[in-house]
């Protein structure tokens, strides 16, 4: 595979395609948006990802946005790797669950410190705020007791949806959730920190932060 290059910020939902890149073992280069300086709003990056956010994914073929369509792409382009089921009604259930995270877990999140995107009043953005521990817990729940189908997000086998799913556990804790009501996303969590591609990718965006140790 000819050489990637992710867009990425350091402790954001990039986190899932940098794992899905060490699965496969594609090549690819790490280029820091500085979210912190405003970065992603400057005329260069909105001519690359007009939403102005991360990932951006740059292949031969051009540029791709958001986090499920991108996890997608990687698992189709290394097949051998079977991060993503070949049977289309599985594959249906896979591409439901990526999308749960990103159009409804991820957005509770956001709600901690995007709520600018939903409302100009201040109280409202407070109101979101607050709320944020109850309906990040109420999203999880949901993977908690109906989504897990085993050991992995599929049952058995590992994909992509276990890359996108730990990255957005990665945030339970600093968005106030009370975690003893997630015994299995925790071990889910803890599983995916033993494998050697979340390793590497954790290490290899520590590498891209200015302050890491």
């Given at each position: 595979?000819?050489?990637?290059?992710?867009?990425?910020?350091p402790?954001?939902?990039?986190?899932?395609?940098?794992?899905?890149?060490?699965?496969?073992?594609?090549?690819?280069?790490?280029?820091?948006?500085?979210?912190?300086?405003?970065?992603?709003r400057?005329?260069?990056?909105?001519?690359?990802?007009?939403?102005?956010?991360?990932?951006?994914?740059g292949t031969?073929?051009?540029?791709?946005?958001?986090?499920?369509?991108?996890?997608?792409?990687?698992?189709?382009?290394?097949?051998?790797?079977?991060?993503?089921?070949?049977?289309?009604?599985?594959?249906?259930?896979?591409?439901?669950f990526?999308?749960?995270?990103?159009?409804?877990?991820?957005?509770?999140?956001?709600?901690?410190?995007?709520?600018?995107?939903?409302?100009?009043?201040?109280?409202?953005?407070?109101?979101?705020?607050?709320?944020?521990?109850?309906?990040?817990?109420?999203?999880?729940?949901?993977?908690?007791?109906d989504?897990?189908?085993?050991?992995?997000?599929?049952?058995?086998?590992?994909?992509?949806?276990?890359?996108?799913?730990?990255?957005?556990?990665?945030?339970?804790e600093?968005?106030g959730?009370?975690?003893?009501?997630?015994?299995?996303?925790?071990?889910?969590?803890?599983?995916?920190?033993?494998?050697?591609a979340?390793?590497?990718?954790?290490?290899?965006?520590?590498?891209?932060?200015?302050?890491?140790?």
């Amino acid at each position: 595979m000819t050489s990637l290059t992710l867009y990425f910020s350091p402790n954001s939902i990039s986190l899932a395609t940098i794992i899905v890149l060490e699965e496969i073992g594609a090549p690819y280069v790490l280029r820091r948006v500085d979210l912190a300086a405003g970065e992603q709003r400057s005329a260069g990056y909105l001519e690359l990802n007009p939403l102005g956010r991360v990932p951006t994914l740059g292949t031969p073929d051009g540029l791709l946005t958001e986090t499920p369509a991108l996890l997608a792409f990687l698992a189709r382009s290394a097949p051998a790797a079977k991060l993503l089921p070949t049977n289309a009604f599985l594959e249906g259930r896979a591409l439901s669950f990526l999308s749960y995270l990103a159009s409804t877990v991820h957005v509770a999140h956001a709600h901690r410190m995007r709520g600018a995107r939903w409302s100009d009043d201040a109280d409202a953005i407070a109101s979101m705020q607050r709320k944020v521990p109850k309906s990040v817990l109420d999203a999880f729940s949901i993977i908690e007791h109906d989504k897990l189908e085993g050991p992995w997000v599929l049952g058995d086998s590992f994909s992509v949806c276990d890359a996108h799913l730990f990255t957005l556990a990665q945030w339970l804790e600093v968005d106030g959730v009370d975690t003893t009501q997630l015994p299995r996303v925790l071990d889910h969590r803890a599983r995916m920190l033993q494998r050697p591609a979340t390793q590497r990718a954790l290490a290899a965006e520590r590498k891209q932060t200015p302050d890491a140790a």
